[in-house]
Every structure is written in C-alpha cells, then in structure tokens.
C-alpha cells in the first residue's frame, strides 16, 4: 500500500500571507500539507508524524529557521527542509549546503520562477516515493545514492572523522536547475548519473566520488600529494567542457563550477563551499580553492555571536528606546525627537554600530522595529513632541510595516503627522518596485518621510521629489566639521538651498558646538540635532 506523502509548512507572518504560501498550497494540493506558526507544535508533529519535507521561513516564531534544523539534528531528528531565504546571502546558503538542506527559494525570485521550483521539489519527491516503493532498502542500499548508485552523504561524513589529511573537490553542476524545468526530470536524472559514471572512470583508485546533495559531488582525495587537487580540478573542468550528453533527440553540454579544500579537519567542506561561492562569484566553469581569511571568519562568528544575543535580548525584553532632542532653530524649542535602539546585555548599554548589522543579517531586525515602534508610541501618546524611528530596506523587505503602523496609530491615538519615518540610503536608492510603493502608502496614511544621512553614498534627488519628502538630515560628517571645513560649509549651503527650493525642510545633526550651531543658523537650516541640544536618553525629561 503507498503511503502518504506528508509536508510541514513552518512560515513567518510575511511568507504566510505571500504570494510563496499561496503556490505552496497549490503545488501540494495532493499531499498532506501541514501549517504550523509555533515552535511547539513544529517540534511535536515532527516527533509524532513521519515527514517527508519541511518547508520553513529563514526566520520563524521569533527563531532562525536554520537554527530549527540544527536543533532538530543535534536530537536525531533528520528531515528534508527547503528554507525560504530574504536575500541571497553566501553565509546562509553556505548553512543550508552544510546542514543537508533539499533546496532553498529565494522570496525575491520571479514569480513564475518560484512556481516552477515548487512544482520541480514536488516531483523529485513524487519520484523519491517511486523509486523507494519499487526498490525498498536493505542493508547495504543506505550507504548510495539512490539515483546515481554513488556514496552518499552521510557516507562521505564518515570519511572525513580518521582525521587524515585530505582534499575535497566540490562540484556543481551550473545552471542544472534550468536543465530540469526545461527539460525534465528524466532528463536531469540522466544527466545525474552520466556525470557520475563519468567522474568514477576518470579518477584514480584512491579517490572517492561521493553526491552529496541536488547537484553536488564530491571528489575525495585521500593524502593528497602538493597541488594534486589543483590538477584534479583543472582535469574535470575540462572533461566536462568535451563531453556532450545525448538523451533521446537532446544533446546537451554542461559545464561545472568547483571548489577546493585541503585538510584534516570536519570543516573541509564548508571550506569547499566557501570556494564555491567565490568561484561562482567571478565566473562558472572554473574552480576556485579555499583560502582562510582571518577577518571575514571573524567577522561571521561575530555575527553568530552577536545574533544569539539579540535573540535572547528579544525573548528578555532587553531593547529600548533612547530620545535625543531636535531644536527648532526658528522658534528655538526643541519640538521632535528622534527615536533610538539601545540594547541592555550584562548591565551594559549597546550602541546599534554593534548589533545592527547582526540584526539584518539574521532576518531579526524587524521584530527590533516593531518592539520600538509600541514602545516609542507608548511614550509619545503621553505628550504632543513630533518623534521618528529608523528603518531599512530589510523592515520593507517584509512588508509589514503599511498594516502595523495604521493599526498602532489607531491603538495608541497618535496622529500620523507627528510620526516621522527616516529612510536609510539603501532605501533611498532602491529599484525595487515594491519597497517604493510601501513608502508611498506610509506618505497616503499621513506619515512624515526623512531621508536619513543625506549627501553621502547613494543620495537619489529624484527619489526626494517622488516620496515627496517632509526633510532632509544632512549627514554628519559634514556638520561636524562646518566651521573648519569650507568644503562641508558648500555642500551644507547646497542641500539647504535644494531644500528651500522643494519646500523640504532641512536637520542638521550631529550639532555638537555653539560654534556650529552658529553656523547651521547662518545658513538658514530649520532644525538642529546633536549633543550641543542634548545626549540621546532613555526617558525624554533627561534631554531636557
């Protein structure tokens, strides 16, 4: 009797009501599709219910995806996942890549691309099923690959625990995806197993080929002599670019991107992906070998660090706002205030500079914006100052934030004319149709736009007239240095007078002197911010 095939869909609120979970539900009509939003009930339906695939967000239930997965595995509990990615990250893929994962979509794939690798993962595993009921398992089937009669991965695992010297060459297929919406399964198949009978008759005897996962092989060398991987890579490279595959009336070439490790240690192959990731980077159709490097290693464990200790400050309620005053240099009071994030950790205050970039990179910077956005309007509903709050391109990139600040505008009685949001300049710059129009709509609801540390990077003019922005905050390394610095002293003067000319009004930060306060009035700017005002505190009594 066949049995049923059953998917766990474990998706954030974005994903939930996305375009993705709609194709989801389509694509796996015919299957046993679960939805769970909550950790608990994840973890129990798993332990009870014998899962085929987990479809699961990057970030989800206030956790990282990835970090779902790696709990499950640290209990035994192995399952095919397909993570749905925010951006197409290297360190996250590298992640999926290491811990196994079935496949991974990107949310800002085309549409129709999306519905295709939907329908693509749907037949693989209709396929799996096939060939598992037609050829059931014994004891020494679980060591291969069932497609291509290679070692598999958890066999290549094992070959790496004697803690010998070794070297790995991880090979791609490029663009093998495509082969398989074009053409097929079938076609793809074959192109699976002719690659590995290819691979086998040309490598020596004492070199183990191994696929791992989708498209990926592994060429295992054991006690490698100086430069043998090298010459290994460069062979099968140019194998490949000789051979052509003939499947019925198709001929087809294909070509391979590798990348090269060396060493004794478990970590071969995420180096060996690392050097993927890098070739790829350059050009496919060639390899690449791995190379330490001391301040990008640091620089992620950094991030992993870092990225815990939100989480955990998130769970412990450990973020807060701090206020810092801004002067209106006209009626010379201070009217607004702008809002930032301060995180709390060991007794000490946290600057963002150490735990904003974390936040993006793990996907949790948008539960930081709502938890400063109740926060902040917690305190503002109490009193009449205009205030603002940061947000970047990754809080649109969930496409939140139009719902939730009509619906705490409402809950918290605030005007939307007293709440201004400041953009950063990766928002000011943006292509991307969606973010734009999210803007938009903030700006219909009666909300003030910023643009955030003008005159540096990508500062768009015309994205000032499209969003119709309410003010510009010259950036502060030009303010700073106003009374010394001609050239900042013009370039102020010509943001101002730009300003005046849009009827845009203009704050200039980081005032820190009387001397530049002098300054700022000389050159008619509307508002000042900056220590000479004030020193961003947690309540708004202590700026005064």
């Excluded at 095919?80 to 794939?109: H, N």
């Excluded at 595993?125 to 060591?143: A, C, M, W, Y």
């Excluded at 053409?183 to 080929?209: C, W």
């Amino acid at each position: 009797m066949k049995k049923e095939i059953n998917i766990i869909s474990f998706l954030n609120e974005k994903h939930a009501g996305s375009f993705i979970n709609d194709q989801i539900k389509s694509v796996f009509s015919d299957f046993n599709l679960l939805e769970v939003s909550e950790t608990e009930t994840f973890y129990n339906t798993l332990l009870n219910w014998n899962v085929d695939l987990v479809i699961i967000s990057e970030n989800c239930d206030h956790k990282s995806g990835l970090d779902q997965i790696i709990n499950l595995k640290m209990e035994d509990i192995a399952v095919p996942f397909i993570p749905i990615l925010e951006v197409d990250d290297e360190d996250i893929i590298s992640r999926v890549v290491e811990l196994g994962g079935f496949d991974f979509i990107l949310e800002k794939e085309e549409k129709a691309f999306i519905k295709r690798k939907l329908n693509f993962i749907r037949s693989k595993i209709l396929f799996t099923r096939q060939n598992e009921e037609s050829h059931p398992k014994n004891g020494l089937d679980v060591k291969f690959d069932a497609t291509t009669g290679l070692l598999n991965r958890q066999e290549f695992l094992k070959h790496l625990i004697n803690g010998r010297m070794k070297s790995i060459l991880l090979v791609d297929i490029d663009d093998f995806n495509l082969i398989n919406l074009a053409y097929g399964i079938e076609v793809g198949d074959y192109i699976l197993k002719s690659m590995a009978s290819l691979l086998k008759e040309n490598m020596k005897e004492a070199m183990d080929v191994f696929r791992i996962a989708g498209d990926e092989f592994i060429i295992l060398i054991d006690d490698p002599k100086p430069n043998e991987e090298k010459v290994i890579a460069e062979k099968v490279i140019q194998l490949f670019s000789m051979t052509t595959f003939a499947y019925e009336t198709l001929e087809l070439k294909v070509s391979v991107t590798i990348g090269v490790a060396r060493g004794d240690s478990s970590h071969l192959l995420r180096d060996a992906d690392v050097a993927l990731r890098r070739a790829r980077k350059i050009s496919k159709n060639r390899y690449e070998e791995y190379y330490y490097d001391s301040l990008l290693e640091e620089k992620q464990k950094q991030n992993l660090i870092w990225a815990n200790r939100i989480k955990r400050a998130l769970d412990e309620d450990c973020f807060v706002p701090y206020f810092q005053p801004i002067f209106n240099n006209k009626t010379q009071k201070i009217e607004k205030y702008e809002c930032l994030a301060r995180m709390i950790y060991e007794g000490a205050v946290i600057t963002p500079d150490q735990f904003l970039e974390p936040a993006k990179r793990s996907g949790l910077l948008p539960h930081l914006t709502k938890v400063m956005i109740i926060k902040c309007f917690s305190v503002f509903e109490k009193n009449e100052y205009d205030f603002s709050i940061n947000i970047s391109d990754i809080d649109l990139k969930y496409n939140y934030l139009v719902d939730f600040l009509q619906e705490k505008l409402v809950e918290y009685n605030i005007r939307p004319d007293r709440f201004i949001i400041e953009i950063s300049e990766d928002i000011q710059s943006s292509n991307i149709q969606d973010e734009v129009l999210q803007i938009l709509r903030l700006k219909e609801l009666g909300i003030k736009i910023a643009f955030d540390d003008f005159g540096t990077g990508y500062s768009n003019f015309s994205r000032l007239l499209e969003f119709k922005a309410d003010f510009i905050k010259i950036d502060g390394s030009f303010i700073k240095y106003l009374d010394i610095n001609g050239q900042s002293y013009k370039i102020s003067h010509a943001i101002s007078e730009f300003g005046k000319s849009i009827e845009t009004e203009i704050i200039a930060e980081f005032v820190h002197s009387k001397a530049i306060y002098e300054k700022v009035k000389e050159l008619k700017i509307n508002y000042s911010q900056g220590y000479y005002f004030g020193k961003p505190a947690q309540s708004i009594d202590k700026t005064l």
